[in-house]
């Protein structure tokens, strides 16, 4: 069974940076896709950013250029970079992935099957 454990969340004023990572027991190549969602307080879980196999990326429009995807195959790892952070931004932040190349077609509404357990991201104003 695939194990993604997040790393990286905490508090941050506003205008500020936090980098998440996430750590998967599977070897990231086997991977169609890789995804950063969150959960704001109240809410349902959205989309945050998507990296495929083949390196393309997507990103939610609240991102605004914000936030960046990355993935580090070499440490089975993918991370998410996230600049000029606001107090909207504050969410259980989770990564996700896909063995299944049919989440190419789905984009951000595409559900992975394997989750991390989240981490926190804090942003004050």
């Known amino acids: 069974q695939v194990q993604l454990t997040e790393s990286g969340g905490g508090s941050v004023q506003a205008g500020g940076t936090l980098r998440l990572s996430c750590a998967s027991s599977?070897?990231?190549?086997?991977?169609?896709?890789m995804y950063w969602f969150r959960q704001l307080p109240g809410k349902g879980r959205e989309a945050v950013a998507i990296?495929?196999?083949?390196?393309?990326?997507l990103y939610a429009p609240f991102v605004e250029g914000r936030f960046t995807v990355s993935q580090d195959n070499a440490k089975n790892s993918w991370t998410l970079e996230m600049n000029t952070l606001k107090p909207g931004d504050t969410a259980l932040y989770y990564c996700a992935a896909s063995n299944l190349e049919n989440c190419y077609k789905g984009g951000l509404d595409y559900i992975p099957a394997s989750w991390g357990p989240g981490t926190q991201v804090t942003v004050s104003s």
């Open positions: 990296i495929r196999r083949d390196g393309t990326t």
């Open positions: 599977q070897s990231t190549p086997l991977y169609a896709c």
